[in-house]
């Protein structure tokens, strides 16, 4: 409670310290953070117009068909690419969860 509002906004994985890599904690990380113990962070481009490219290109995904019924399991098989999407509070309490930057950004463009 003790940070700023700024570095509040930043979100939780931009400043909180991981979890020990042994330990109740890391097991509690493993079974509901997926793949941290492998995962780099990086901060989004902060240029408007290469976040903008970023955010279209991502949007284009959103329009792709879902329904696979007709591939076949080769087909299947040789698929290089998924995108998965989910829906998150952008905060729980005082703390952002993701950046408040991305938040704002997104109801701008989205």
């Given amino acids: ?3 700023s509002q700024d570095e509040k906004e930043k979100g939780v994985l931009q400043f909180a310290q991981r979890p020990p890599t042994e330990g109740i904690v890391a ?8 793949s941290w ?6 901060e989004l481009p902060k240029d408007p117009e290469k976040h903008k490219a970023l955010v279209d290109h991502i ?6 068909s879902t329904d696979t019924s007709d591939l076949g399991e080769a087909s ?6 998924l995108s998965i ?7 729980k ?3 952002w969860l ?13």
């Fill in 37 to 42: 113990r492998n995962a780099r962070y990086t």
């Fill in 27 to 34: 097991k509690l990380w493993d079974r509901h953070m997926g």
């Fill in 93 to 95: 309490g005082n703390w």
């Fill in 85 to 91: 999407e989910r829906r998150i509070a952008p905060r």
């Fill in 59 to 64: 949007n284009k995904w959103k329009g792709a």
């Fill in 1 to 3: 409670m003790a940070l």
């Fill in 76 to 81: 299947r098989s040789e698929i290089e690419s």
């Fill in 98 to 110: 993701i950046p408040k930057h991305v938040v704002d950004d997104h109801r701008h463009t989205g």
